[in-house]
């Protein structure tokens, strides 16, 4: 009994810390609205976030936390993409063509793993949460339970990540016009620009 009470205080915690808008979350979205390498992007998103949960409960935090000229530098890297990201996107807005959820420019495999591949690791937030959050709440577990504990976590991002995007879709009626997918890449902009210049100043 005791191992399911730590797996589902993994799933909890990871659930929680997940949820919360940002790039990554986004970037899926709008893969999912597209019907787009949703698989290999979700799996991407998931075993990511695994690995980082394993590392993290393993006792990476306190390495991580010991260095904080790396977490800087991560910061910087996260920020300048996440800038070059955002005004893309806004770019997108001014074409001239129609843009539909359906007729949208298409992106490679590559280049869709590429893309979310730094939206994850060049994002720092994502190693406070797995890493350092994850692995200091792993703690208060006893140490045979941490596996179902790290099961728990991964568990919560795979599901989140499946739902979000494949469950995307639902959204289309609301995006069938090229208005509406405007819009929804001008938030997707925005926001980009705000977490560019929020990690900006984490760095400096």
């Known amino acids: 009994m005791s191992f399911i009470i730590s797996f589902l205080s993994g799933f909890a915690l990871s659930a929680s810390l997940i949820v919360a ?16 390498h ?12 695994a690995v980082l949960i394993i590392a993290g409960v393993s006792g990476m935090g306190a390495l991580l936390g010991a260095l904080p000229q790396v977490a800087k530098g991560f910061t910087s890297a996260g920020a300048g993409f996440l800038f070059w990201y955002g005004v893309r996107t806004l770019r997108q807005t001014t074409q001239s063509e129609s843009m539909t959820v ?12 590429a893309s979310v591949a730094a939206f994850t690791w060049l994002n720092p937030h994502v190693y406070l949460d797995t890493i350092l959050l994850m692995g200091t709440a792993s703690t208060a577990q006893p140490h045979p339970l941490r596996p179902f504990f790290a099961a728990g976590a991964a568990s919560a991002s795979f599901l989140w990540f499946g739902a979000l995007g494949y469950g995307a879709r639902l959204l289309q009626p609301l995006l069938a016009t090229p208005k509406s997918w405007k819009i929804l890449d001008l ?10 210049i929020f990690l900006l100043k984490q760095a400096l």
């Open 21 to 36: 808008i940002g790039a990554q979350n986004l970037f899926v979205l709008r893969q999912g609205l597209k019907k787009e």
């Open 38 to 49: 949703i698989g290999p992007v979700v799996l991407f998103c998931g075993f990511s976030d």
């Open 102 to 113: 359906t007729h949208g420019a298409s992106v490679s495999l590559p280049k869709a793993l």
């Open 187 to 196: 938030v997707i902009g925005f926001v980009m620009l705000f977490l560019a």
